[in-house]
């Protein structure tokens, strides 16, 4: 039976399956083609880290920048009085180009790590 409308409600993971699709949507490998959707609105609280996949694997405390690329949710203000900054650095960071950064140290950058700072840029470590 060919789905045709979905007016309210939520489709359950699973319930739909390529026999199901139009043939005037490719599916390919179980999933639809790119571009194969054109017009869609996704429920607020449906996509959870565990129903994206990438070329890197999501985890807590990482977002999808729109380049397609995971990359780690920097510390942030904890309140209107203090900021916290981790005190290693784990992951190669670059400060974006024309920007300054602020680190209260003392602050370790792990073996193999790199942290750049472009020209016209500063890191100060406080």
């Known amino acids: 039976m060919a789905l045709t409308k979905v007016t309210s409600g939520i489709i359950e993971d699973g319930t739909i399956v390529n026999a199901d699709l139009s043939s005037s949507i490719a599916v390919t490998g179980g999933q639809l083609a790119d571009d194969a959707v054109t017009t869609a609105k996704i429920l607020d609280n449906n996509v959870t880290i565990g129903k994206i996949s ?22 942030g203000p904890t309140n209107d009085v203090f900021w916290e900054n981790a005190q290693t650095v784990s992951s190669d ?12 140290g003392d602050i ?19």
């Open 108 to 126: 370790t950058v792990n073996s193999g790590i790199t942290v750049t700072v472009p020209v016209g840029a500063s890191w100060v470590i406080v």
């Open 93 to 104: 960071y670059t400060i974006t180009a024309s920007k300054n950064a602020l680190t209260a």
């Open 54 to 75: 990438g070329s890197a694997a999501a985890s807590a405390g990482t977002y999808l920048k729109q380049d397609g690329t995971w990359a780690a949710v920097a510390s």
